[in-house]
Nanobody, 127 residues
Framework: QVQLVESGGGLVQAGGSLRLSCAAS????????MGWFRQAPGKEREFVAA????????YYADSVKGRFTISRDNAKNTVFLQMNILKPEDTAVYYC????????????????????WGQGTQVTVSS
């Protein structure tokens, strides 16, 4: 049973930083792609960033490129999202997700290709 547990959300002022963590358990994730998505109030859930666990290949949404960094710690089975220069429009519930059957070499932003999801963590950026 795959479990993804997010943590690290909170309230921060614009321009500040937060680091989200996603603790993964229940499988060996070396062949997985791990992603972060977010959903703001009244909006659809959207892709933020993803990483290929084995090779570290990453992919970012244009809206966060240069401000957010996704990484993973193999020993701790944890994926991180370092968020810098936060803006009020980054306010959302952030979800960790796992793609268990990625196409070879592909780090996808397509939500319905992700098989497992965490419960989400709230990030609020005040202006």
């Amino acid at each position: 049973q795959v479990q993804l547990v997010e943590s690290g959300g909170g309230l921060v002022q614009a321009g500040g930083s937060l680091r989200l963590s996603c603790a993964a358990s229940g499988r060996t994730f070396s062949n997985y792609v791990m992603g972060w998505f977010r959903q703001a109030p009244g909006k659809e859930r959207e892709f933020v960033a993803a990483i290929m666990w084995s090779y570290g290949k990453t992919y970012y949404a244009d809206s966060v490129k240069g401000r957010f960094t996704i990484s993973r710690d193999n020993a701790k089975n944890t994926v991180f999202l370092q968020m810098n220069i936060l803006k009020p429009e980054d306010t959302a519930v952030y979800y960790c997700a796992a793609d268990a059957r990625p196409l070879r070499g592909v780090v996808t932003a397509t939500q319905n290709l992700y098989d497992y999801w965490g419960q989400g963590t709230q990030v609020t950026v005040s202006s």
